[in-house]
């Protein structure tokens, strides 16, 4: 158990996804990461999974890891332990339901790391993941500001490196259309990251 912030072996890095699905986004997002042959950990929301269970189910048989984001992205702090808790017992469920088994990595809303949000996973039996690079996706709007977080990001990554995106900005397919091409030609791999978390146990039955 515990945080992990950097994958740790030769050339790899590791894509991550947060607060999907999106019906407008992710499929984009699955069609780059498609084209790219690279994998990623989705980190979704248990109230979205309720309501696009087929992009759910999409995104494990394109060969990606569906992670516990909780189900209304709450942080702790605005809730009670016993409300966080329930929170993200309510994802674990959600997923459960749709793939028939709930995930074992974890990701707490907005990225705060407390004795509450750290307590809760080891109770759940999760495997709390950060990051260790932050692009602030989420706030792109135009495509010079996409064309340039690519670019920006693409020069930052480094072997190890874990990355924080979003699939839920129209502006992401843009932004990957540009970076994953750069990375690849650099020799980052994010599939053997993906293949690493698997032989882990990805998923709780």
């Known amino acids: 158990m515990g945080i992990q912030e950097r994958v740790r072996s030769g050339r790899e890095i590791l894509l991550t996804f947060d607060d999907g699905p999106d019906p407008s986004v992710t499929p984009a997002v699955l069609e780059a990461l498609r084209e790219a042959k690279a ?3 989705f980190f979704v929301l248990g109230k979205q999974v309720e ?5 759910v189910r999409r995104t494990q048989d394109e060969g990606h890891i569906i992670g516990n984001h909780t189900y209304t992205h709450t942080a702790y702090g605005r809730f009670t332990l016993f409300e966080y808790l329930e929170d993200v017992k309510r994802c674990q469920e959600a997923v459960a339901k749709v793939l028939g088994r709930s995930p074992t990595y974890f990701r707490p ?6 004795v509450g949000s750290l307590s ?4 759940c039996g999760l495997h709390t993941m950060y990051w260790s690079l932050d692009p602030r996706d989420f706030s792109l709007e135009t495509s010079e500001q996409a064309n340039l977080c690519a670019d920006q990001l693409a020069a930052q990554t480094r072997p190890g490196d ?3 995106l979003h699939d839920v900005n129209p502006a992401l397919p843009r932004v990957l259309a540009r970076l994953l091409p750069q990375l690849r030609e650099r020799g980052m791999d994010s599939s053997e990251s993906v293949k690493r ?3 882990r146990t990805p998923y709780q039955k």
């Open 39 to 41: 994998r990623a950990v």
């Open 51 to 55: 309501k696009y269970p087929d992009l």
């Open 109 to 114: 809303p907005e990225g705060r790391l407390t």
């Open 120 to 123: 809760v996973p080891l109770l």
């Open 162 to 164: 874990i990355l924080l």
């Open 197 to 199: 978390l698997e032989s």
